[in-house]
């Protein structure tokens, strides 16, 4: 038996959270023969619950970046923000000028400045639940990680350095991924593999971005998708092709599991 981890977005579903054809179809085989597979995303599970995931056969999910475990639909882990440290993010977020998304087990709560604002709160399709607004008091909020949002009067280089102690802080693009430093996608995977007494050697990670690079480096084998930047592909095993061709199926078809 071997272990899986996928991660979500540009990996196992594209911008508009449709997963290919030819990867249900590969993710079915691979449960059929025996193995084992699991979500591994930096998503929190209400930021999740797209029903294109719905029938998939997944054992479980590594979510927030590892803040969050389960197993067979039984949680296994999962580790809340104290308030102290939400306020130093909203804080942070204020003082450097971006916009924060707190994101949690339930809710995600928003700055009602951002230009998303009111499309994210009002949908209930993709999320698990409708968005709520950051409150004043932090102790009101459950809160695992955070995206912080770019805007042009934003001091990231400032806002990252100063958080930087005590978090793991992944700019990409127009954002930084904000996550308590004692936890990473390779600390969920590790996790998994402990529980289920699964040797790392068997594991095999697939991920696109930067937050998806401890879990490539942590794995047995890691796999990139063609559609991630150089630094992600630099980490991985091999490099398969995007998701938009067929890249998982590909990448299982190569290792010999399908």
């Avoid at 999910?61 to 580790?79: D, M, S």
């Avoid at 994210?120 to 639940?129: D, E, G």
């Amino acid at each position: 038996m071997s272990v899986f981890f996928f991660d979500l977005d540009g990996t196992l579903w594209d911008e508009n959270c449709r997963i290919p054809e030819s990867t249900k179809e590969a993710l079915g085989m691979l449960h059929n023969a025996g193995h084992m597979l699991f979500i591994c995303t930096g998503r929190t599970k209400g930021f999740l619950n797209v029903p294109e995931l719905a029938g998939l056969p997944f054992d479980g999910g590594v979510y927030g970046c590892g803040t969050h475990i389960e197993y067979k639909n039984r949680e296994l882990f999962c580790a809340v923000l104290a308030p102290e440290k939400t306020q130093r993010i909203v804080d942070c977020c204020s003082a450097y000028r971006l916009l924060p998304i707190l994101e949690g087990p339930e809710y995600m709560y928003l700055d009602p400045d951002l230009p998303e604002y009111e499309e994210m709160r009002k949908n209930i399709l993709q999320y698990r639940n409708p968005a709520r607004t950051v409150q004043s008091d932090p102790a009101a909020m459950t809160v695992q990680k955070a995206t912080c949002i770019y805007t042009a009067a934003s001091d990231a280089a400032g806002f990252n350095a100063e958080l930087s102690a005590g978090f793991t802080v992944i700019p990409r693009g127009g954002l930084s991924e904000i996550v308590p430093e004692q936890y990473s996608k390779a600390s969920g995977i590790q996790y998994l593999l402990d529980f289920l007494h699964a040797d790392k050697s068997c594991s095999y990670a697939f991920g696109d971005s930067e937050n998806d690079l401890p879990m490539l480096s942590h794995a047995g084998h890691g796999i990139a998708m063609g559609n991630s930047p150089d630094s992600v592909k630099q980490a991985a095993e091999f490099v398969t092709d995007d998701i938009h061709s067929d890249g998982i199926s590909s990448a299982l078809k190569k290792l010999g599991f399908i």
